[in-house]
């Protein structure tokens, strides 16, 4: 299997990556810095082995995505692309929300990533991680004592809400969209006019992660449309669940969003 990673420098996307690496697949990392794994002796012998490949370039960037893409699939089609592009927010006393500096860094890097796939292979896998609780409906499952944080991190959210109904609009997904409209600072009205036609998008998965920390893969995890009582989850974790369930059993979570917890 060639997995494109972006948004793979660390976190799900690098453990995910690192972990498919050792089973003996291609991964095909999109970074801003090709210099990120220079110390980094686990990625290494995949590097200097060349199932590694980077690939220098910013997915908010259209031009940056055409290029490497092509780079992706010189030498055979990608078969999964793993979209787990985030953003480190500030917390902002005037709006009391961890502030994003560009509200639309998600969702627009994901609109460059599915436009620029190459038409003329078959098309790839896609999944991508946001966050659990961020549609109307998920929140409603989240426990009370987690909702006076989620006041606090909005803009994320927004973000990350942008990104599902990118995901949802392309895949065509039924019943159709409920939730209020993503706000216009990260989808403008006409927004839909950047992507082919509604349904376009043959096999996608969105992650819904609990709230994340860095502790070690347990396998103890929870998966399913909504979790009750879910509080943490960790990135090695929602690694483990993408690289042993998903990808090993695509059909059974193809075209939903999938909630991952303790």
């Given at each position: 299997m060639k997995l494109f990673a972006?948004?793979?420098s660390r976190n799900i996307g690098y453990f995910?990556?690192?972990?498919l690496l050792q089973q003996g697949h291609q991964v095909v990392f999109l970074l801003r810095r090709l210099n990120v794994?220079?110390?980094?002796?686990?990625m290494k012998p995949f590097m200097d082995s060349g199932s590694a490949k980077l690939v220098q370039g910013d997915?908010?960037?259209?031009?940056?995505?055409?290029?490497?893409?092509?780079?992706?699939?010189?030498?055979?089609?990608v078969d999964t692309v793993l979209f787990s592009v985030g953003a480190i927010p500030s917390f902002s006393f005037s709006k009391f929300?961890?502030?994003?500096?560009?509200?639309?860094?998600c969702t627009a890097a994901l609109i460059n990533t599915l436009t620029t796939i190459p038409s003329a292979m078959p098309q790839p896998r896609v999944i991508a991680i946001t966050s659990m609780g961020i549609t109307k409906d998920s929140h409603r499952h989240l426990p009370y004592l987690l909702r006076p944080l989620y006041a606090?991190?909005?803009?994320?959210?927004?973000d990350k809400l942008g990104m599902e109904r990118v995901v949802h609009y392309s895949a065509g997904w039924t019943p159709e969209w409920k939730e209020n409209e993503p706000i216009k600072e990260v989808l403008a009205p006409g927004w839909e006019t950047k992507l082919p036609e509604k349904g376009w998008l043959k096999h996608a998965v969105i992650v819904r992660p609990a709230i994340l920390t860095d502790g070690e893969a347990l396998a103890k995890y929870r998966v399913g449309d909504h979790l009750k009582a879910s509080y943490t989850i960790s990135r090695k974790d929602v690694a483990h669940f993408i690289t042993n369930d998903l990808l090993e059993n695509w059909e059974k979570y193809d075209g939903k969003a999938i909630t991952v917890g303790n």
């Open positions: 972006i948004g793979a995910t990556a690192l972990t794994f220079d110390d980094d002796p686990a997915a908010s960037v259209v031009s940056d995505m055409s290029r490497a893409w092509a780079t992706a699939t010189s030498d055979g089609p929300d961890f502030a994003l500096t560009v509200p639309d860094l606090v991190i909005r803009s994320p959210h927004a």
